[in-house]
């Protein structure tokens, strides 16, 4: 490789190392901040999703699981902001996944089309598979908590 594309890639590289776990951090901040939110104001396209999953669970109405489940979103999201939440943010995040990915198991008319289970995800069904990219970057991100394992935490 050439010295000035080697320097430049260099650069790049140094560049992505330093920032990468920033970005991440904000990335899934802004992520739940902004979509929590969508859900109690009633502006979710995720929200005929949603409830649909969430009509059988008892001791709410499905519009308060709704409302419930945009602001645990939102604290998620404040949660990334701050390293000494991180963990809190994760934990949050692993309980609210679980629920993320149900509607593949109870609904599965809804996110896949019809005779292309697994394959033929719809729409919604992408909408939720995509979120094993959120899990990484938490993953990622949760890697960064122990000052003693190289990260920048405590």
Not at 74 to 98: E, H, Y
Not at 103 to 120: H, S
């Amino acid at each position: 490789m050439p010295k000035a594309i080697n320097e430049l890639d260099r650069r790049i590289a140094r560049f992505m190392y330093r920032w990468g776990i920033p970005f991440l951090r904000i990335s899934l901040a802004v992520i739940f901040v902004w979509f929590g939110l969508l859900k109690p104001l009633g502006m979710s396209p995720a929200e005929p999703l949603l409830l649909a999953t969430v009509d059988w669970l008892p001791v709410l109405e499905p519009g308060q699981w709704l409302a419930l489940i945009g602001w645990w979103e939102v604290l998620i999201g404040v949660c990334f902001l701050f390293r000494p939440t991180t963990r809190l943010a994760i934990g949050l995040l692993m309980l609210q996944m679980g629920g993320t990915f149900l509607p593949l198991v109870v609904l599965p008319e809804v996110t896949f089309q019809a005779g292309g289970f697994p394959w033929q995800p719809t729409m919604e069904g992408q909408y939720i598979i995509k979120n094993l990219l959120i899990l990484s970057a938490a993953v990622v991100v949760g890697g960064t908590v122990r000052r003693d394992l190289g990260g920048e935490g405590e």
